[in-house]
């Protein structure tokens, strides 16, 4: 164990440098010669010759017929969990105060599909970018909440009164805001259920905010006390960032049981 140990930590020196992992990314997109890809990544010739023979011994890209580079299988599979420490890295400050909650593993391990992304941060902003998504929807939204600000609600249902399908998941108990179910019932939306056009179900414990469309996202991670935060999120049109969004919507919506109106706690 300890060699493999000491393997990776040498594997790790080797990412440990912008201009290879520059390397290894222009790599990802088209075989290179050094001198092109110099010139790619605006670097000396004598600086990218040196690192390119560092990566090609250790077993990271190899040597074409024609003299250009690729990436090995070993290679590509190292790009891929780049971005994962990228995220965390751009991000450290965030998760001092956040964590992923109850998210499976697998989650975790894909949380470099997040690394395009904007951080957006304070109340405003957050439901203003909320709105933005719900308004920029043509086909559906899905959501998964704990906590439902009452501002959201008639852009929401302007939406699906234009047809948007509207899928949403409720953690319980979802803190709710008083005058909800008076508002939901002015604007029709018991007629909208009976419609098709929403769908609702109810999980234990969904700590972590998730509001998409077809074409974009956000997430909302909970603070490392376990409740759900609102006032910071992640914000992406980015299709990676959405397909792990929209992912563990689908996980969490094979998971979840009935909708049950009494559980929610009203504030």
């Known amino acids: 164990m300890t060699d493999l140990i000491d393997e990776a930590a040498d ?3 080797e990412l440990a440098s912008p201009q290879r992992l520059s390397i290894l990314f222009k790599l990802l997109s088209k075989n290179l010669a050094p001198s092109t890809c110099a010139k790619e990544i605006d670097a000396t010739r004598q600086e990218v010759h040196r690192n390119f023979s560092r990566l090609e011994k250790t077993g990271l890209i190899k040597k074409t017929i024609d003299g250009t580079y690729t990436l090995t299988t070993f290679g590509k599979s190292i790009c891929t969990q780049v971005p994962s420490l990228v995220f965390l890295l751009q991000n450290r400050k965030y998760f001092e105060n956040h964590d992923f909650g109850n998210i499976p593993h697998k989650f975790n391990m894909r949380c470099g599909q997040l690394a395009i992304s904007e951080y957006v ?55 709710v805001p008083k005058g909800r179910k008076a508002l939901l019932k002015k604007l029709g939306f018991d007629k909208l259920i009976e419609k098709g056009l929403v769908e609702r179900k109810m999980m234990t414990n969904a700590h972590t905010t998730l509001v998409l469309n077809e074409k974009e996202a956000c997430v909302m991670f909970p603070g490392i006390d376990g409740e759900s935060d609102i006032t910071e999120m992640f914000y992406s049109k980015d299709p990676m960032f959405h397909e792990w969004c929209l992912d563990y919507f689908r996980y969490c919506w094979h998971g979840s049981d009935v909708f049950q109106e009494s559980k929610l706690k009203e504030i």
């Open 11 to 13: 594997y790790v020196l």
């Open 121 to 175: 941060k304070g109340v405003s902003k957050v439901l203003e970018q909320w709105k933005n998504i719900y308004k920029n929807s043509s086909e559906y939204i899905y959501e998964v909440v704990s906590e439902v600000p009452l501002d959201i609600i008639e852009p929401l249902v302007k939406q699906i009164k234009k047809g948007v399908k509207f899928n949403y998941i409720f953690s319980e108990p979802t803190v």
